[in-house]
């Protein structure tokens, strides 16, 4: 189920958010915003599932902004790749 929210979150943010951006600022500052935007809606999880806080924000803001540039480089489905390789790996420990 990770790597099916991965690959919608993906098509979400990367390929439709940061396409749409592309349009009107540079690959650079699309893939930034699109990785900010990707944590900013994440703050309800990091908040009051996981009482994790800014960690998680952090986190996603930094996989965000990560998965942004390797779509910038390399298309949507690898960063669905990166995403969903990022959250089984954090998942491990949880099994």
């Known amino acids: 189920i990770f790597a099916v929210a991965a690959a ?4 979400l943010f990367r390929g439709y958010l940061q396409g749409q951006l592309e349009a009107v600022v540079t690959p650079v500052r699309a ?3 699109s990785g900010v935007s990707f944590a900013a809606c994440h ?9 994790a806080g800014w960690p998680i924000m952090a986190f996603t ?11 910038k480089s390399f298309g949507v489905w690898a960063g669905a790749l990166a995403h969903g390789t ?3 790996l954090l998942s491990i ?3």
Do not use: H, K, Q, W
């Open 8 to 11: 919608f979150e993906e098509v």
């Open 31 to 33: 893939a930034l915003v």
């Open 43 to 51: 703050s309800f999880l990091a908040i009051t599932v996981t009482d």
């Open 61 to 71: 803001a930094a996989e965000g902004i990560a998965c942004g540039f390797i779509r």
């Open 86 to 88: 990022a959250i089984f």
């Open 93 to 95: 420990p949880m099994a």
